[in-house]
């Protein structure tokens, strides 16, 4: 075989979709029943539930652009409007103000309106304008950068529950520069990020909001991966325990049931703890650098109701939750006002988030009990009566990557091993981004530089 993919969530799907186009013969192995590791819907009594990512970020199109490729681009739709999120504070919520860029305002109006933050808090995030620039390169915490610029209020109402938040992570740990370079480069370009922002123009898909899905949930698209490709060449039910070099010709991949594949390229597109045991054998350095990547665990709560049962008129996408709200959860999504379709005629379709590194012993409660704080942490600020028609719970351990600060180091690190290994390339949501469109950017970037391996060993 000439390339062996391991992994098959999005990243590897992306990877063999690309060597697909470029006729490159490959195997993609894969431990689970079903393709697309994390990304997995579920049509149910007529909901479509997302167990776990639900939505692509317009902004970054490689996901867009690989729906419309595999001839999915009709099926992509918007989110609904009122596109509104919501904050939790003092247990009421409170609508992030409209015009804004990661959370942080950028029109005078509706920043003074807002009662999401005290008037001291909103004075010292409006002082963020006369901040001096960071001199040195030196990565920092989400936290220490946003603390820095817009003071400790808007760390922990916006910072926290939403830039930490969306990768279940801990607020001074992850990483400013590998989570959020364009918050970075506002600072270095204008000196405030305030300044820089006012002077964007809003992106034309803004109006059509920032996120797209499609009607069946995102399985859709590993559906069509999967049909665009060779049949037999996704083993599913095959997880990988190690790999040897072959010195003379490339590795030898070792299946957990003792199977023996070799390949001339080997692209691995596993959790970075899971590469780092499959190359414990193979490449030392490079297994040590990836075991330093840390995850974190969550779970998602799907909930339905009858619209009767439910008091709020949830016209918006859902709220997050500041650690400070000390609630059950950390964020819940309204995924029937969210997307069109998610749920029968007068059905409501919610789902919360529980755990990450903000409270890792959730995923040690059963199910039941995720079920219970769900509900107590809805239940009064939806003003939601009686018991749910529906629940589903869907647990992600060790699912999330936490890029925390020195990840770029350490990727700088990771690719300088890997230069000492040819043949050998990693990709994942451990490595170079995180979100599904940057897992199918860097898969798609895996495979050409595997193309290229592969001809200038040839040539050699
Ligand atoms: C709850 C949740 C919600 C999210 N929401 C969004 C969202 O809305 N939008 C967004 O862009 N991103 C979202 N993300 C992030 C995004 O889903 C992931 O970053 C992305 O799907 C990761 O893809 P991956 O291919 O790197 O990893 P995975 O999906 O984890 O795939 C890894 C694959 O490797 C396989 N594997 C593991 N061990 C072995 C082995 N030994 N041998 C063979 N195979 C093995 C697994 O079975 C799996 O299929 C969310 C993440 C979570 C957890």
Request: aromatic share 6%.
């Amino acid at each position: 075989m000439s390339v062996v993919i391991v992994g098959g969530g999005m990243a590897g799907l992306a990877t063999a979709f690309e060597l697909h186009a470029r006729k490159i013969p490959f195997v993609l192995l894969d431990g689970a029943e079903r393709a697309g590791g994390i990304v997995i819907s579920e049509q149910i009594d007529g909901y479509t539930i997302d167990g776990g990512p639900d939505a692509l970020l317009v902004q970054k199109p490689d996901g867009i652009r690989l729906c419309e490729e595999v001839g999915l681009g009709e099926r992509l739709i918007p989110t609904s409007p009122p596109r509104i999120a919501f904050v939790q504070r003092n247990g009421c919520l409170h609508p992030l103000p409209a015009t804004s860029v990661l959370g942080i305002p950028t029109r005078l109006g509706p920043f003074a309106a807002t009662r999401l933050f005290s008037w001291r808090g909103k004075l010292r995030m409006a002082g963020e304008l006369f901040v001096p620039a960071k001199r040195d390169d030196a990565d920092e915490s989400i936290g220490a950068f946003m603390r820095r610029r817009f003071g400790v209020e808007a760390t922990t109402y916006l910072a926290e529950p939403l830039l930490a938040g969306i990768h279940a992570g801990d607020v001074d740990a992850l990483s400013v520069q590998a989570l959020f370079p364009r918050l970075v480069e506002a600072e270095r370009q204008h000196g405030s990020l305030l300044r820089a922002f006012r002077r964007q123009p809003p992106s034309p898909a803004a109006a059509e909001g920032a996120f797209r899905s499609l009607p069946g949930g995102l399985s859709e698209l590993v559906t069509a991966l999967v049909a665009a490709m060779p049949r037999r060449s996704i083993r599913l039910r095959t997880p990988v325990d190690r790999v040897r070099c072959d010195r003379s010709d490339g590795f030898r991949v070792e299946t957990h049931s003792g199977e023996l594949i070799r390949a001339r390229a080997l692209v691995l597109c596993t959790p970075a703890y899971v590469t780092s045991q499959i190359l414990r054998e193979a490449a030392v350095d490079l297994a040590q650098l990836c075991a330093e990547v840390r995850y974190a665990s969550t779970a998602t709560v799907a909930l339905a109701f009858t619209r009767g049962q439910v008091d709020h008129p949830l016209n918006g996408s859902g709220f997050v939750v500041p650690r400070v709200e000390r609630s059950g959860i950390l964020a819940a999504s309204w995924l029937s006002s969210k997307w069109s379709h998610r749920a029968p005629a007068d059905r409501v379709l919610l789902r919360t988030f529980v755990g990450g590194a903000r409270d890792p012993a959730a995923l040690d409660r059963a199910d039941a009990e995720l079920v219970t704080l769900s509900r107590q942490a809805l239940e009064p600020l939806l003003r939601i009566t009686g018991a749910p028609l529906l629940t589903r719970v869907y647990r992600w351990v060790r699912a999330s990557a936490q890029h925390e600060v020195g990840h770029l180091a350490r990727m700088a690190a990771i690719d300088r091993a890997l230069e000492r290994h040819p043949g050998l390339f990693v990709t994942g949501s451990g490595f170079r981004g995180v979100g599904i469109p940057d897992c199918i950017a860097d898969g798609r970037s895996t495979a050409s530089q595997v193309s290229s391996w592969l001809s200038s060993s040839v040539s050699a």
